[in-house]
């Protein structure tokens, strides 16, 4: 067999092997981000549908799998610089289309995020294999301190972790709504650029506020990072650093999408 067609039917094995089993959007759009900006995020609807706006392909990626950015290996500069907008919707015949999320914020669920990787694999021709090696990681502990954490007020409210001014982590403190030990675990994640695991016993969701008074700074991320341990210490917990396995998606090859 010629050594082209050897590497086409390997190819085509490798899409066949990582679309198996998976289930696929009915109807879904695939676009360059409007230049006029809007906001950024990946938004649920009552049955099933999903818009994802201002997302670049490592975050589509990372929403797919359900990991961090940061946990996405590739050599194209564009995945993380070019942005995208998506309308999709599931197939009457999937749970999907019988999801009624309470809040557009709503994560999507197991099947979605299948669906996702489907049109990673259709769209952008997709090719991947995972890794899992020993990384650095931060665990989440209870501390020391007194716990500063009152019970939800309201958990109907979407769990929220953020600034004390409403917005992301900025520098100036640390708040939370109505937000578990392991969605807080997660929520940190992005701003420490290593996995954080959840390891405090605590269950049920928490309201909280810190307030950091931040010292001025040659590196701002740096601030934030400082912030963040100052202000998890605050509200009783801490992070600690480890040894602990780390999952990475290795991108192998990847398009960018046919307008349409």
């Not at 082209?4 to 039917?9: A, D, G």
């Not at 912030?227 to 192998?252: N, Y």
């Amino acid at each position: 067999m010629p050594r082209s067609l050897r590497l086409l039917v390997l190819l085509c094995s490798c899409v066949s092997a990582q679309q198996q089993s998976l289930p696929a959007f009915e109807v879904a759009s695939v676009k360059p981000a409007n230049s006029n900006g809007g906001a950024i995020g990946i938004f649920t609807y009552p049955g099933g549908r999903i818009i994802v706006s201002q997302y670049t392909l490592e975050q589509l990626i990372a929403e797919s799998f359900n990991i961090e950015p940061f946990q996405v290996s590739s050599k194209q500069s564009w995945m993380h610089e070019d942005r995208f907008d998506i309308e999709a919707e599931p197939p009457d015949s999937s749970k999907s289309s019988k999801a009624n999320p309470p809040y557009p914020k709503a994560p999507p669920n197991d099947e979605q995020r299948q669906m996702l990787q489907t049109l990673l694999v259709d769209r952008f021709r997709l090719r991947y294999h995972r890794e899992s090696k020993e990384g650095p990681v931060y665990l989440l502990l209870k501390g020391i301190k007194r716990l500063n954490l009152k019970d939800a007020k309201n958990i109907s409210d979407y769990p929220w972790t953020g600034s004390n001014s409403g917005g992301s982590i900025n520098g100036d403190g640390l708040a939370g709504t109505n937000i578990s030990m392991p969605q807080l675990a997660s929520r940190l994640s992005r701003y420490l650029h290593r996995p954080v695991l959840d390891q405090t016993g605590l269950a049920g969701s928490f309201d909280f506020k810190f307030n950091y008074e931040s010292r001025p700074a040659d590196d701002s991320h740096l601030d934030i990072i400082s912030s963040i341990f100052a202000s998890i210490e605050g509200i009783g917990l801490k992070l600690q650093s480890a040894k602990g396995p780390v999952e990475i998606i290795v991108i192998d090859y990847v398009e960018k999408p046919s307008r349409n």
